[in-house]
C-alpha cells in the first residue's frame, strides 16, 4: 500500500470510530511520533504478538 492510501484507510477506519476513543488514538499517535523508529517497530511487533496470541492470554489469565 501506498502511503496515500494508508491515510485514506486509516481516515476511513477514524471516521467511524467513537469520539471518546480518537482522543485516545491521537495521543497514541503522537507518542508514538516522538519514539525512535527501532522503538517503534519493537511497540509494533509486540502489539502483532499480542493480537496474534489473544486466545491463548485470555486462557492464561483464567
Known sequence: MT??????EI???LDS???TVLK??????????EQPADKTRL???LRQI???DKD???????
Open 17 to 19: 470510530v467513537p469520539e
Open 24 to 33: 485516545d488514538v491521537l495521543d497514541f499517535l503522537k507518542e508514538l511520533k
Open 50 to 52: 499480542l493480537a496474534d
Open 43 to 45: 511497540a509494533s511487533n
Open 11 to 13: 481516515q476511513k477506519v
Open 56 to 62: 491463548l492470554l485470555e486462557k492464561l489469565a483464567q
Open 3 to 8: 502511503k496515500t492510501e494508508i491515510q485514506s
